[in-house]
């Protein structure tokens, strides 16, 4: 259920804001590039099956579906099939949250505890705000020792899953960084009972599906037969397997929506075409978040808001659940939406191929490298702090290139330097923070992802 995030793709934030000409498109038609981007995992055999859609405004310009359905009985990918879309789930409970706020039955400043008064916060102040950001501070469910039993436990019921989360310490206090967190998100699906008097499931289908007629998207249920539902596989080594099946009580308003890459676009265009919220909610919600000391971050409630691979401006989520990965995202200057959807696991990132297809329709520029040219000394040394699961460490030391970055043990790299005190990686900026502002010794190392910002102090 962790998301597919932009910041695995973002290879163009890796460079610095020099930038070259154009980069000249193709001299095949659009349809042609966009089909052979789109089935380039299939026929790599990294994916199993694909369904892949662009429409730009109202025109259609890439919708096809690729591989297998089913492998074991050969069943090609019918472009309408219904997938398990894992975390892109987090946009649709995040607009089920301002839609109340919309009606007056909520406040984004409400307490969790307002709605959860046995939530035992550890005297932290934890808004529904700070839970649709990632930056309540609260352990993600997903990350704790107990999840694969979870996993494997058939019969485990939403109510064990919550209490599970409500027995944690606090990762960090709220506010001061931003991990991403499933727990967060299954709590807010419990705020949306409380406030609206109806199930989640309900009002995902009641107040979203039904009136956009989003009639292939549904709270998933692996016991109902759905027709041209794809199976789950995962890939690893040119073998293919069949998924565990997904059983759908504790992922809940985190990651338990099943939809189709037409319904997705049907979604996006309605949710950035204001039919979905106000004008105000919808603001709120596009608008990347801020830590308490004023850092601003590149997510705003259930969606990344950032730039994509090629440096365009894209608003979007990934998700991923066994044995399924996909990425719905809009590109606003162009009223554009891209969706990508994969049935197997672990060898793809959709988000990437989401980006390749944009970059065949809109323009983009590449940009060029420059070498460092600071004080590589005072940068060096070790960093730790939070992160997702477990603390972070990079240990900077130094190269002929300039500065090198070890991520928990991984062999040193050199990263691109983006001018300041700030190197971008595949979409993951880090950037040093001198005491006492711009005067002072470097402090720290922050570490931002797209879905997580971690503030790592030097040891």
């Known amino acids: 259920m962790s998301a597919r995030t932009h910041h695995t793709a973002l290879l163009t934030a890796a460079l610095t804001l020099l930038t070259a000409p154009l980069v000249a498109q193709s001299p095949r038609p659009l349809a042609q590039r966009l089909d052979s981007v789109a089935q380039s995992g299939v026929a790599a055999k990294r994916v199993v099956g694909t369904v892949a859609m662009v429409v730009r405004g109202n025109d ?3 919708a096809r579906g690729y591989g297998k359905a089913d492998v074991e009985w050969d069943v090609p990918m019918p472009v309408d099939a219904m997938f398990e879309v894992g975390s892109i789930a987090k946009q649709f409970t995040a607009a089920a949250i301002l839609q109340l706020r919309d009606e007056g039955k909520l406040s984004l400043d409400d307490p969790l505890t307002r709605w959860l008064p046995d939530f035992d916060t550890r005297g932290n102040t934890v808004t529904l705000r700070r839970l649709m950001d990632h930056t309540s501070g609260i352990v993600g469910i997903t990350e704790l020792p107990e999840f694969g ?7 485990f019921p939403r109510d064990s899953a919550l209490a599970l989360i409500r027995r944690q310490p606090f990762q960090f206090p709220t506010g001061t960084a931003q991990v991403y967190n499933n727990s967060a998100f299954i709590l807010l699906g419990h705020v949306v009972e409380k406030a609206s008097g109806m199930s989640y499931e309900d009002y995902v289908e009641r107040r979203i ?8 998207s549904s709270y998933c249920n692996s016991t109902e037969d759905v027709p041209r539902r794809a199976h789950g596989y995962g890939v690893q ?3 293919v397997r069949r998924a565990p099946t997904n059983v759908h009580t504790w992922p809940f308003s985190a990651g338990s929506i099943c939809s189709t890459a037409g319904d997705l676009v049907i979604w996006l265009q309605a949710l950035h075409g204001g039919k979905v919220l106000s004008a105000r909610s919808y603001q709120e919600m596009i608008t990347p978040s801020s830590l308490t000391d004023g850092t601003p971050l590149r997510y705003g409630m259930g969606l990344f808001v950032g730039n994509d691979a090629r440096g365009l401006k894209v608003i979007g989520h990934g998700g991923a659940i066994g044995g399924f990965v996909g ?6 200057d162009a009223q554009m939406a891209v969706i990508v959807l994969f049935n197997s696991n672990g060898n793809l990132d959709p988000g990437a ?3 390749d297809l944009a970059a065949e329709v809109l323009p983009w520029t590449r940009p060029t490298a420059t ?3 600071g004080n590589t000394t005072e940068l060096l040394g070790t960093y730790r702090g939070p992160s997702r699961g477990r603390d972070l460490t990079v240990v900077v030391t130094s190269t002929p290139q300039g500065p090198a970055f070890s991520v928990n043990g991984a062999p040193p790299r050199n990263i691109a330097w983006a001018g300041g005190l700030e190197f971008r990686l595949a979409g993951t900026y880090y950037t040093f923070r001198r005491a006492n502002g711009n005067s002072g010794d470097i402090t720290e190392l922050r570490v931002d992802t ?8 030097r040891q």
């Not at 599906?209 to 292939?216: I, Q, V």
């Not at 990425?327 to 606003?332: H, R, V």
């Open 60 to 62: 259609t310009l890439l």
């Open 149 to 155: 039993v979870l996993v494997s436990n058939q019969r």
């Open 209 to 216: 599906f039904t009136p956009l007629g989003m009639t292939r």
């Open 237 to 239: 080594n040119g073998s």
């Open 327 to 332: 990425q719905a995202d809009w590109y606003p």
């Open 353 to 355: 191929l989401g980006s």
């Open 371 to 373: 070498a460092f040219s």
């Open 450 to 457: 797209g879905m997580g910002h971690y503030p790592l102090k």
